[in-house]
């Protein structure tokens, strides 16, 4: 059973997402601070966290840059609740390693649909060519692994779908708001600056050169492609 668990101090909205995750057929675990946050991921190893940005004494970017420091957990994927609107605190979580955001108050129908996404996007059917081969780049789409010159590389769940959907068609122009549409799966009410963290983050992890790069190509106004 899918185990999703959910990391706010309002109990209100812990029990409005109990409620409606039990309704899916999901298992939900609870924690009402960063700690005992943490104290959860490592016990049941959950499927996907939705992660409050406002928590008592340790907070949600912190939980979450705790998480993403574990090399077992780097792949479960955070969407993260924020009252915050402020650019800002959306980069910087990106930054840190969350995938997703929504701002409270949010509709808990969206919510549903946002989680159903990443969950189908870490659960992709098996493929007949499962392995992709581009210059240095070695991506087992299966396995999810990504190799640079012949070292692992550990990516986001976004990070790894972001660069798949470049690298299937190299070549092929993306537009921010297509790579939005793509990967998201849903109609995003962030802006589309998201793509351009996620694939700063991608040319830090797979290029040689972040400022060249040779593989993730910026078509000035109009978006991105893959070029090896």
């Given at each position: 059973m899918t185990t999703i668990l959910v990391v706010d101090d309002e109990e209100l909205i812990l029990e409005l997402l109990r409620f409606n995750l039990e309704k899916e057929g999901y298992l939900v675990c609870v924690a009402k601070d960063g700690q005992e946050a943490l104290e959860c991921v490592k016990k049941v190893r959950p499927d996907l966290i939705v992660l409050d940005l406002m928590l008592p004494g340790m907070d949600g970017l912190e939980v979450c840059r705790r998480i993403r420091s574990v090399q077992s957990f780097q792949q479960i994927p955070i969407i993260m609740l924020t009252a915050k609107g402020e650019e800002f605190d959306k980069v910087l979580g990106l930054e840190l390693g969350a995938d997703d955001y929504m701002t409270k108050p949010f509709s808990p129908r969206e919510l549903l649909a946002r989680i159903k996404a990443r969950l189908?996007?870490?659960?992709?059917?098996?493929?007949?060519?499962?392995?992709?081969?581009?210059?240095?780049?070695r991506i087992d789409?299966?396995?999810?692994?990504?190799?640079?010159?012949?070292?692992?590389?550990?990516?986001?769940?976004?990070?790894?779908?972001?660069?798949?959907?470049?690298?299937?068609y190299p070549g092929k122009v993306y537009s921010r708001d297509e790579l939005l549409e793509r990967i998201w799966g849903y109609e995003y009410d962030g802006d589309t600056r998201t793509v351009d963290v996620h694939v700063r983050h991608l040319r830090l992890k797979i290029e040689r050169d972040p400022s060249n790069p040779e593989y993730i190509e910026t078509l000035r106004g109009i978006g991105y492609r893959f070029k090896g």
């Open positions: 189908r996007r870490i659960n992709l059917p098996e493929e007949a060519d499962s392995l992709v081969t581009r210059g240095d780049l789409v299966k396995e999810f692994r990504v190799y640079v010159r012949g070292a692992e590389t550990e990516l986001t769940p976004k990070e790894f779908e972001l660069l798949r959907v470049l690298v299937t």
